[in-house]
């Protein structure tokens, strides 16, 4: 009852699509018509308060599609610093294992078709990671290198038994380093493709989410591929 209230009855807020008043939105409206009326002077009177709505709305999305722009790019950024990790090692697993299979030909001259391959192996995944590096995020360039990975893991698992059977070979400086590297290496490579993955995964599913996959078309955020 009006009269059983302090200070009278007080009206309801009105409803409507909005459910109540939102203080903060009449502040910016407020806001963003001062703004608007020191740059634009007199081509802004006469506005009405659905444009006005409008222009909030327009702004609202705008700021939210820089900011979620600035994610995906720093998300991508991080896959390109991961992937300088996994270039290094691999160039480092390169510069070991030639001068060990130079060594290798004349000591295992009859084993030529096995080194072959490891060097062909070898020249293709330079060749992939070189091809990479100018984007490291692009998946069909990451599934090559990964193939190519694959074929070398083959290639050198065939080599590295032979060279097991052949004392006189470990025994060679050249090739003693190169196993020792490819020791060392190993699992410093698994840990630097894991970290490449993880980064790619989260660009992915950033992009992929609802709504800032309806950026994707606009500024090519394309899948990044696994290692």
Known sequence: HPHLLPGGARRAAPLGPWLR???GLR????????????????RIRGMSSTQWWLLGVAAVLLFWMVGAHNRVV?????????????????RQRAEALAPALAALRPLMAAEGAAIDAVAQALAQVSQ????LRPRPARAHAVAE????ETTLAG????????????AAARATPEVAQALQALKDLAPRLAFARQA???AGRQYNEAVAQFP???????????AAGQL
């Open 155 to 166: 290639a050198l698992a065939r080599l590295l038994a032979l060279v097991e059977h052949e």
């Open 145 to 148: 290198l990964a193939v190519a």
């Open 27 to 42: 502040i910016a409206r407020t806001w963003l018509e001062r703004v608007a009326r020191r740059r634009f002077g007199s």
């Open 196 to 198: 490449f993955n993880e």
């Open 74 to 90: 720093a998300l991508r950024n991080a896959i390109v610093t991961a992937w300088a990790s996994c270039d290094e090692l691999l």
């Open 128 to 131: 992939q990671a070189e091809a």
């Open 21 to 23: 008043p939102l203080p």
């Open 212 to 222: 800032t996959s309806l950026l994707q078309p606009v500024f090519r955020f394309d």
